[in-house]
Nanobody, 121 residues
Framework: QVQLVESGGGLVQPGGSLRLSCAAS????????MGWYRQTPGKQRELVTI???????NYADSVKGRFTISRDNAKNAVYLQMNSLKPEDTAVYSC???????????????WGQGTLVTVSS
């Protein structure tokens, strides 16, 4: 069974840093884009950042200059370095991946279980 497993969430003070990790396991032929979303109660899920297989990146305006996404294709993993955290960054962060099982398979989305990030003094 293919799955994404996240780690690295927790409680941090404003101005602090956290690093989230997400790794895919199972039989995977290739992964195209990977990224991170976040969601708070009562709000729609928000795309935080995305990275392509060629390492092109895109960020939400609210996190530009503070968050950095990276990936390790050999490990099927994606990371999110979050600096200068603000209380409004508090959310459940979920990673996702566009993956396929074989060269003839289509790409499908895979989601992690989510990890809570709380920014509070």
């Amino acid at each position: 069974q293919v799955q994404l497993v996240e780690s690295g969430g927790g409680l941090v003070q404003p101005g602090g840093s956290l690093r989230l990790s997400c790794a895919a396991s199972g039989i995977i032929f290739s992964i195209n884009a990977m990224g991170w979303y976040r969601q708070t109660p009562g709000k729609q899920r928000e795309l935080v950042t995305i990275i392509t297989s060629g390492s092109s990146t895109n960020y939400a305006d609210s996190v530009k200059g503070r968050f950095t996404i990276s990936r390790d294709n050999a490990k099927n993993a994606v990371y999110l370095q979050m600096n200068s955290l603000k209380p409004e960054d508090t959310a459940v962060y979920s990673c996702y991946a566009d993956w396929r099982r074989s060269v003839v398979s289509g790409y499908q989305q895979l989601w992690g279980q989510g990890t809570l990030v709380t920014v509070s003094s």
